[in-house]
């Protein structure tokens, strides 16, 4: 499979403690941190993919107003 990678250039802001951890995660694979994050998403965006979205919230509360 020859797949073409996409390499466009994104800030992210983490929290420090967070960001610290990675970076310890990094170090102990010998990886990037880009290629943490990429497979920690990998994993987690099914479940990531279940949480509610601000407008489901937002539909909620609506429907709360009008009982």
């Known amino acids: 499979m020859n797949m073409k990678s996409d390499?466009?250039?994104q800030?992210?802001?983490f929290p420090e403690i967070m960001l610290k951890e990675i970076?310890?995660?990094a170090a102990r694979q010998d990886?990037?941190?880009s290629w943490i994050v990429q497979q920690a998403w990998r994993i987690?965006?099914?479940?990531i993919a279940q949480f509610p979205s601000v407008?489901?919230?937002v539909a909620d509360e609506d429907e709360d107003d009008d009982a």
């Open 55 to 57: 407008n489901d919230l």
């Open 7 to 9: 390499k466009r250039k």
């Open 44 to 47: 987690a965006r099914k479940d």
């Open 31 to 33: 990886r990037s941190l």
């Open 23 to 25: 970076t310890e995660e």
């Open 11 to 13: 800030s992210l802001y």
